[in-house]
């Protein structure tokens, strides 16, 4: 429910005129020509393949294509590829690019930048090094549109690591762009999607610009999820950075923006008040991730994680995150409640009870923790991240640990967290995060339960068992055998403990009615086939 001060405010605000001037490089476009949205949280850095950050890989689907895409029913279809065939022992695959593909810079989309951009892809993302490790060949043809891909072993999710959305999103980009070390941020964004990025507009915390690309041209199939036809109504979309909840609010109230990715709880009945259009894009949600770091101490001991998986009350921190219980779930399920890969095994009981809470002390005891302050990064400019780690503090703090609770930004906590230093010295011991539920269900996707040490998400969890589970799940000879290896993977999961589930929530969108043509897709912002009415 709104407080009454913050009604007061608001409506003290609404009186004060408009937020945003229209900036002078776009006044010559019509209005109904300009998209405004809201992300949930800035841009910083530009490289879909450098970092796992949601807002990224949204800023990825503007300006790039993939080979394949995924409608709205999560399966993979056709979209920089005009036709593909595999062979019967499922060993060779053959993708042929469709007609039209150009990169921003006029340069024609060929089987060479594919196969770099691939090569690129396939050294950080958990599908990629997969694949790449059973690859006999991949090679462009002679006709500049043909790759021929021989695998030594088939990989039973081939067309669903190719078009997947989040995570480490396998962008085509030019050849000589994407020879850039992939453990290196690119410095060229040159794409082939349906927007162009205008770097000389961007004002890193405040606001990113991107422009239609003319020369795109769409697939003939209607658009659905990230496939289809990518056709765009509108001639320029502008991303407001705007922290605070009320102030975009505000602003879409008044007509400033468009379109809020993630308004803040507190103010959906405002909006529903005010006529704006409540969506829910994500039907597989958020899930949340407490993120320990394994390398330093205490986490570096299975049994200090162990303790912290078990003080962990999801209903107490999601009360605190969310006012209203429809929009959130108490889930314990690594591959996310809802999904086909949802499964409780090795899950153990009464997880954030007093008797789970006695037993996090003994372990945490077992450990040796010394009473060292952990640090505990806190994303102040996140409401929900920021609430959840305070909440978290408060219940580490009833089984014995000591807390320091460091503030900072969202895209700090980000940069900070590859930072593999001591705590001490600029490191850090926890992390809370959220995941696209899409990416989390997917027990290869799911980049936080990978454990394959150095290579991992930051954190860093180190278990050749547990990895070998993963690595195997592509490889099941059928469904039962696949089912098995899930629920192997799970229970290693509760055993390691790779990150602490604490909850997962259902957060939908805020749109101007002026908005029609949203599509969905957890956890990506998608502003082609929006139309957006004149006054």
């Given at each position: 429910?709104?407080?009454?001060?913050?009604?007061?405010?608001l409506g003290?605000?609404?009186?004060?005129?408009p937020?945003f001037?229209?900036?002078?490089?776009?006044?010559a476009?019509?209005?109904?020509r300009?998209l405004?949205?809201?992300?949930?949280a800035d841009?910083?850095?530009l490289d879909?393949?450098?970092t796992?950050?949601?807002?990224?890989?949204?800023?990825?689907h503007?300006?790039?294509?993939?080979?394949?895409g995924?409608d709205a029913?999560?399966?993979?279809q056709?979209?920089?590829?005009?036709?593909?065939?595999?062979?019967?022992?499922?060993?060779?695959?053959?993708?042929?690019l469709?007609?039209?593909?150009a990169?921003?810079d006029?340069?024609p989309?060929?089987?060479?930048?594919?196969?770099?951009?691939?090569?690129?892809w396939?050294?950080?993302?958990?599908?990629?090094?997969?694949?790449m490790?059973i690859?006999?060949?991949?090679e462009?043809q002679?006709?500049?549109?043909?790759?021929?891909w021989?695998?030594?072993?088939?990989?039973?999710?081939?067309?669903?690591?190719?078009s997947k959305?989040a995570?480490?999103m396998?962008?085509?980009m030019?050849a000589?762009?994407?020879?850039t070390d992939p453990?290196?941020?690119?410095?060229?964004?040159?794409?082939?999607?349906?927007?162009?990025f205008s770097?000389e507009?961007?004002?890193p915390g405040?606001?990113?610009?991107y422009r239609?690309?003319?020369?795109y041209?769409?697939?003939?199939e209607?658009a659905?999820?990230?496939?289809?036809?990518?056709?765009v109504?509108?001639d320029?979309?502008?991303?407001?950075?705007i922290?605070?909840a009320?102030?975009?609010?505000l602003a879409?109230?008044?007509?400033?923006i468009?379109?809020?990715?993630?308004?803040?709880?507190d103010?959906?009945?405002?909006?529903?008040r005010r006529g704006m259009?409540?969506?829910?894009?994500n039907?597989?949600?958020a899930?949340?991730?407490?993120r320990m770091?394994?390398?330093?101490?205490p986490?570096?001991?299975?049994?200090a994680?162990?303790?912290l998986m078990?003080?962990?009350?999801?209903e107490?921190?999601?009360?605190g995150?969310f006012?209203?219980?429809?929009?959130?779930q108490?889930?314990?399920?690594f591959?996310?409640?809802g999904?086909?890969?949802?499964?409780n095994?090795?899950?153990p009981e009464?997880?954030?009870s007093?008797a789970a809470r006695?037993r996090?002390?003994q372990?945490?005891?077992e450990s040796?923790?010394?009473?060292?302050?952990?640090?505990?990064?806190d994303p102040t400019d996140?409401p929900?991240?920021?609430?959840a780690t305070l909440?978290?503090?408060?219940?580490?703090?009833s089984?014995?640990f000591?807390?320091?609770?460091q503030a900072?930004?969202f895209?700090?906590?980000?940069?900070r967290?590859a930072?593999?230093?001591?705590?001490?010295?600029?490191?850090?011991?926890?992390?809370?995060t959220?995941w696209?539920?899409?990416g989390?269900?997917?027990?290869?996707?799911n980049v936080?339960m990978?454990a394959?040490?150095?290579?991992?998400?930051?954190?860093?969890p180190?278990?050749?068992?547990?990895?070998?589970?993963?690595?195997?799940f592509?490889?099941a000879?059928?469904?039962?055998e696949?089912k098995?290896?899930l629920?192997?993977?799970?229970?290693?999961?509760y055993?390691?403990?790779p990150?602490?589930?604490y909850?997962?929530?259902?957060?939908p969108?805020a749109?101007?009615?002026?908005i029609s043509?949203?599509l969905?897709?957890?956890?990506?912002i998608?502003?082609?086939?929006i139309?957006?009415a004149?006054?």
């Amino acid at each position: 429910m709104l407080t009454r001060l913050a009604t007061l405010v608001l409506g003290a605000s609404l009186l004060a005129g408009p937020v945003f001037a229209p900036r002078a490089i776009a006044q010559a476009i019509p209005p109904e020509r300009i998209l405004r949205m809201v992300p949930n949280a800035d841009l910083q850095t530009l490289d879909p393949i450098n970092t796992t950050a949601g807002v990224v890989q949204s800023h990825a689907h503007m300006i790039y294509d993939q080979l394949f895409g995924r409608d709205a029913q999560q399966r993979p279809q056709p979209q920089m590829v005009g036709a593909y065939s595999v062979s019967d022992d499922a060993l060779v695959w053959r993708f042929t690019l469709r007609d039209g593909l150009a990169f921003h810079d006029g340069a024609p989309v060929t089987a060479t930048d594919v196969v770099a951009s691939l090569r690129r892809w396939g050294a950080r993302d958990p599908h990629g090094r997969q694949i790449m490790a059973i690859t006999a060949s991949m090679e462009p043809q002679a006709d500049g549109k043909t790759i021929v891909w021989t695998l030594n072993r088939p990989y039973g999710l081939m067309l669903d690591a190719l078009s997947k959305p989040a995570g480490n999103m396998p962008a085509i980009m030019p050849a000589r762009i994407a020879a850039t070390d992939p453990f290196t941020a690119i410095r060229e964004t040159i794409g082939s999607g349906p927007f162009i990025f205008s770097r000389e507009e961007w004002v890193p915390g405040s606001t990113v610009v991107y422009r239609r690309n003319p020369n795109y041209v769409p697939r003939s199939e209607p658009a659905s999820g990230t496939a289809g036809g990518k056709v765009v109504h509108v001639d320029r979309v502008e991303w407001q950075n705007i922290a605070n909840a009320q102030t975009s609010t505000l602003a879409l109230i008044q007509g400033e923006i468009d379109y809020i990715e993630s308004p803040g709880v507190d103010f959906l009945p405002m909006l529903q008040r005010r006529g704006m259009q409540i969506v829910r894009t994500n039907t597989l949600g958020a899930p949340g991730m407490i993120r320990m770091n394994h390398i330093h101490p205490p986490f570096n001991d299975p049994r200090a994680r162990q303790a912290l998986m078990l003080l962990v009350n999801q209903e107490e921190i999601l009360q605190g995150m969310f006012p209203d219980p429809a929009l959130y779930q108490v889930c314990h399920a690594f591959f996310v409640c809802g999904s086909a890969q949802e499964t409780n095994a090795g899950v153990p009981e009464r997880l954030g009870s007093p008797a789970a809470r006695e037993r996090a002390r003994q372990l945490l005891r077992e450990s040796g923790y010394d009473g060292t302050p952990i640090v505990m990064m806190d994303p102040t400019d996140n409401p929900f991240v920021h609430t959840a780690t305070l909440v978290l503090a408060q219940q580490m703090q009833s089984v014995g640990f000591r807390t320091d609770v460091q503030a900072m930004d969202f895209a700090s906590m980000a940069g900070r967290r590859a930072n593999r230093r001591p705590p001490s010295e600029g490191g850090w011991h926890i992390g809370l995060t959220y995941w696209n539920g899409l990416g989390a269900s997917d027990p290869v996707g799911n980049v936080p339960m990978q454990a394959s040490c150095d290579r991992a998400w930051p954190g860093w969890p180190c278990d050749a068992a547990h990895q070998a589970l993963i690595d195997a799940f592509p490889y099941a000879a059928n469904a039962e055998e696949r089912k098995r290896i899930l629920e192997e993977l799970h229970a290693s999961a509760y055993n390691l403990v790779p990150y602490v589930p604490y909850g997962q929530w259902y957060l939908p969108s805020a749109v101007t009615p002026r908005i029609s043509g949203v599509l969905a897709m957890p956890g990506i912002i998608i502003a082609w086939n929006i139309r957006k009415a004149a006054r």
